[in-house]
């Protein structure tokens, strides 16, 4: 580990631990700093800034940009010079280039996209040495010195349960753990058949286990089936698509820490969960701003449209007041855990709101309202929500072999029908959808799917 990753760390935890000033202090002078780098370095930056006093200390003062603008503007958005939309694709084009280093110093990685542009996202040294330090800082709360015994016991062995075939964030990740000496790193791919992925799991018997979180509630159902019987110290989720009971049980049937966190490519250290269900904000490396449709700030307790994210880490591509789509809800109060750093919960993506004619007019429902019928129900493991057509919602279920199949359907229905009758829906069908819910192409599970895609 270099010197520069040692003090990260030992920054980490001393600003930890002096609260919400120094926090603040910090965020104020790396946003100060990144500004001023982004304005000497990246002619997009030089251009949209123009107008700002030289010395920029509150985020407030940025104009907000978005993944469709900066990747209509790449090489200019980039730092380096050196850095081309035509080089960078051609190594995302290629599957066998999956975590290969771009320049000889960057790590590459893309965001899916459903609809619209694909995101293409350049990481520099610096910011993989901030995600360790958060990793750390997180992973320390997590874990007790008698779980870190348990760890190294097994060699420090982790599975990693993933989509493969794209140049993910998890992808990516996986690659490079690889090329380190000595790292005992398998990755298996999720769409492998469950008996195969079962039997390679029993046999490799990791500490550690990356699954995303719905793909964990599947190997939960197998190990209390007795056919998976692995042993992990920790499970690493991310913090999307379950039902919150869901998390309770994995942690039980496997008697292991359950560690989770919500990120994207455009800020991999974005934020970890705590033991009381809140995910905090490592707010001295992001500046993360709950805002509403017109971008304003929204008070902590009330839920947001959008939040801007400024990455203070990364130099290569800034990411400055950048409108990331997912709808937050922020505590209003300290957390009963103790950490002063910022605490939210996700509330789904702003884009997945579903729209509906009516004689009325439009009636616009937010994810969150279908998605709360739904994961209260006992027997669900996984769901998701498809508007197939105009007036047409198709339901896709996965239920726990133990559960009523016909009964979990029925109890799902009606609660989506309420949801629909309180908004003068009642004509929107409900469809039994004949397939398990689709996987996204990044890996991850979305519960309400709109008409058109959505956002990506
Ligand atoms: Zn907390």
């Known amino acids: 580990m270099t010197e520069h990753v040692v003090s990260l760390i030992w920054d980490a935890w001393r600003t930890r631990k002096k609260g919400v000033g120094a926090i603040a202090q910090r965020q104020r002078a790396r946003l100060a700093d990144i500004v001023a780098h982004a304005r000497a370095n990246s002619p997009h930056y030089r251009e949209l800034y123009r107008d700002l006093p030289d010395l920029v200390e509150s985020v407030q003062q940025l104009p907000v940009t978005d993944k469709k603008m900066l990747m209509e503007r790449f090489d200019d958005w980039c730092t380096d010079r050196a850095v081309t939309l035509e080089a960078t694709e051609a190594l995302v084009d290629d599957p066998s280039r999956i975590g290969e280093w771009f320049l000889g110093k960057y790590t590459v990685m893309t965001t899916s996209g459903t609809t619209g542009r694909r995101g293409i996202f350049l990481v520099d040294d610096h910011t993989m040495a901030v995600v360790t330090a958060m990793m750390l800082r997180w992973i320390g709360d997590w874990l007790g010195p008698s779980d870190f015994l348990k760890i190294i016991a097994r060699r420090g062995r982790m599975a990693m349960v993933m989509a493969t075939g794209g140049h993910f964030a998890s992808a990516v990740a996986a690659a490079r753990l690889k090329q380190r000496r000595g790292s005992r790193i398998e990755v298996l ?116 449209h959008t939040v801007l994210i400024s990455n203070l880490a990364n130099r290569v591509q800034p990411i400055l007041r950048y409108d990331l789509g997912d709808s937050v809800l922020q505590r209003p109060d300290p957390c009963p855990c103790g950490n002063p750093l910022p605490a939210i919960r996700v509330q789904g993506r702003s884009a997945d709101v579903l729209t509906f004619r009516t004689p009325g007019g439009e009636v616009r429902l937010p994810p969150l309202a279908l998605s709360q019928a739904i994961e209260s129900i006992r027997g669900v493991t996984l769901f998701q929500i498809a508007q197939s057509d105009p007036d ?65």
Request: charged share 25%.
């Open 392 to 456: 047409g919602l198709e339901l896709r279920l996965q239920i726990a072999p133990a559960a009523n199949a016909d009964a979990v359907w029925r109890e799902a229905e009606a609660g989506l029908r309420k949801v629909l009758g309180e908004h003068g829906l009642e004509r929107v069908a409900i469809r039994r959808g004949g397939e398990p819910p689709e996987q996204g192409r990044g890996g991850k599970f979305r519960e309400v799917i709109p008409l058109s895609g959505g956002r990506s």
């Open 189 to 304: 791919s999720a769409h492998m058949p469950t008996a195969e992925l079962v039997a390679q799991l029993n046999r490799f018997q990791p500490a550690l286990l990356t699954p995303y979180a719905s793909m964990a509630a599947l190997l939960a159902d197998e190990q209390e089936a007795g056919r998976l019987d692995i042993h992990p110290v920790l499970l690493a989720l991310s913090a999307e698509g379950l039902p919150q009971a869901e998390y309770g049980r994995i942690a039980r049937v496997f008697n292991a820490k359950i560690g989770n966190s919500y990120a994207a490519s455009e800020c991999m250290f974005l934020s970890a969960m705590c033991d009381e269900g809140w995910l905090h904000i490592n707010a001295d490396w992001v500046a993360f701003e709950p805002v509403d449709a017109d971008y304003r700030a929204v008070a902590p307790g009330e839920q947001s």
